[in-house]
């Protein structure tokens, strides 16, 4: 996913470490800053599994070209992969969501990832509620796969807040800190997956990729896997 907090410091692997023997459960976040990717040392440090960028509105014909390769790697080293959408409310739901399945294609073994965290047009409340939620339901329906939502307390909150709808869904929310819980969504309740390092981490290496940084996300609790993955 993209940025959306400070810089953080830099982590080194032995934390990453110390989480899967804790028995947390670690997945990545990859788009096309990453560069290319040795898929194999990220599963030998315990990497559970990926969620890819499929594709972006912003982006040229919508689509992140490097998903294909990544999923390709992902399959190569065993590891579960699902794709992401970054979500433009300025955009139709529906139309988003047609996207999303066209590109994503089959496979995937983690449920969809909706990305929530950019309103650059100022889309009202009310248009921004009904056009994710539009897609959320057209991808469920297409699919049979509810999607899990991307974003961060602090963009969530004064954009979309809380209606009835959002709690029949599972939430992925950054929050970078070394905190031991994060901050969560108002509409969310005591349990997310974390996506808790990114920039600055300077873990990539360590996991194969060319980036310096990849997003880190922690599934919390462990038991919350089963309802990530298909």
């Known amino acids: 996913t993209n940025r959306m907090d400070a810089i953080m410091a830099a982590i080194p692997i032995t934390r990453i470490r110390e989480l899967i023997a804790q028995g947390i459960i670690l997945l990545l976040d990859i788009s096309h800053w990453q560069g290319k990717w040795d898929s194999l040392k990220a599963k030998a ?30 399959v190569l080293a065993l590891m579960d992969y699902g794709g992401y959408w970054f979500f433009r409310p300025e955009h139709n739901g529906i139309t988003q969501a047609k996207k999303f399945i066209e ?44 999607c899990i939502i991307y974003t961060r ?12 709808w959002m709690s029949d869904y599972e939430f992925m929310v950054a929050n970078y800190t070394e905190n031991p819980v994060p901050i969560l969504p108002i509409c969310v309740g005591s349990e997310a997956i974390w996506q808790r390092y990114a920039d ?26 089963s309802e990530v993955k298909l």
């Open 153 to 164: 307390a602090s963009f969530w909150d004064p954009q979309l807040g809380n209606e009835a």
């Open 45 to 74: 440090e315990g990497i559970k599994g990926v969620y890819i960028k499929v594709g972006d509105p912003d982006m040229f014909g919508w689509a992140d070209t490097t998903y294909p390769y990544y999923r390709e790697k992902a």
């Open 200 to 225: 600055g981490d300077m873990l990539g290496a360590a996991l194969g990729f060319e980036s310096y940084s990849i997003d880190v996300d922690l599934v919390w609790p462990a038991t919350k896997y």
């Open 103 to 146: 590109l994503m294609g089959l496979g995937y073994t983690l449920r969809p990832v909706v990305d929530v965290e950019k309103n650059v047009r100022g889309v009202s409340r009310s248009i921004f509620r009904l056009r994710l939620k539009n897609f959320l339901q057209y991808v469920e329906k297409d699919t049979g796969n509810r």
